[in-house]
Each structure stands twice: as structure tokens, then as C-alpha cells.
């Protein structure tokens, strides 16, 4: 069993995937906190990491590369915003979204860090900026929308929903494919 959870930056994928892991008994990996670590390492933000990856991919496809060998094994839930594509014979591939507002209050109440958010519309801003720079190097290396919900088996909005609502309405769906 593989589950994929992607979605928007603050909607709760990494959460929601530690979530399910534990719920169902299976090992947890998470592509945001690979690049958290990394951009960390070079003492950048993750805004600052993404500029740096739309003129080095090797970044990006050191990443790519964990996913693609990631899915070679089995029974773990993923969460990251191109496991969709590098793992596409996931069992279920969920993709969250939430209010943007609300995403950026949850980013700024975050206590992972990796990007200088001051306020909400710093905090706003910065995702903008991020999703541009992201979706313009996943198109150019790919070819892939990682938004497009057509790529994914379940759409979730989490912005009114409690974690546990998200894990539940979620492994059932697991459960009944």
C-alpha cells in the first residue's frame, strides 16, 4: 500500500500524512521536510532555495531521485508535491487544499521554519512567489501540473476540517478502494 498526499503549501500534507501512517501501521516520508533539511543546511529559505533551483535542478533532482527510489518499495504514505508523478502506480494519491489565507496563517504558526515569514501578507506573498517558482520548474523538467486535481484520486478542502475529520474521510477512502 502507497498513499500519496500532495496539495498547497499549508493545507496540512504533512500532517495529515504523519497522520495516516500512524493510523494505519505505515512508514512516513515527507519531500517538504527533505527540502526544509536542505535548505537549512545552506542556511537559505525556502524561497530563497527555490530561486536558487530555477537556475541549479541538481536540488531538485536529488529530491526527484528519493522519490523515484521511495517507490520502489511499499507500504508507506508520502507526502510531497511531485510524489503523484515520480510514484504513479500509488494505490491513492490525495491532493488538500485550503482557503489561502488560512494556509498562510497555518505557514506562519508553523514551527518547522525554513522561510522568513513576518505577518500573514508577507507570509502570502512568499507562497505566491514559491508556487510560481515551483510550478515553472516542474513544468519545464516534466511537464506536470502538480495542482491539477485530474492528477489525483481524492480532493480534499481542509481549511474547516479538523485533522482527524481529514484522516478519517481519508482512510476510508483507502479502505474502500
Known sequence: MIIVISGR??????????AIAKRLGLRHYSMGDLTREIAKERG?????????????????????????????QDNFVIDGRLS???????????????????????????????EKNEDVAT???NMDRREESENKRYWKYYGFNCYDHSNYDLVLDTTKMPVEEVVDKIVAFVKSK
Not at 503549501?9 to 504523519?18: D, L, P, Q
Not at 529559505?45 to 541549479?56: A, F, P, V
Open 44 to 72: 537559505l529559505s525556502l524561497l530563497e532555495l527555490g530561486k536558487l533551483e530555477e537556475t541549479d535542478d541538481s536540488i531538485d533532482r536529488a529530491i526527484d531521485e528519493k522519490q523515484r527510489d521511495l517507490g520502489k
Open 9 to 18: 503549501a499549508g493545507s496540512g500534507k504533512s500532517t495529515i500524512a504523519k
Open 84 to 114: 503523484a508523478f515520480f510514484i504513479p502506480h500509488a494505490n491513492v494519491k490525495v491532493f488538500l487544499d485550503a482557503d489561502k489565507v488560512e494556509r498562510a496563517k497555518r505557514i506562519l504558526n508553523d514551527k518547522r521554519g525554513g
Open 123 to 125: 507570509t502570502l506573498k
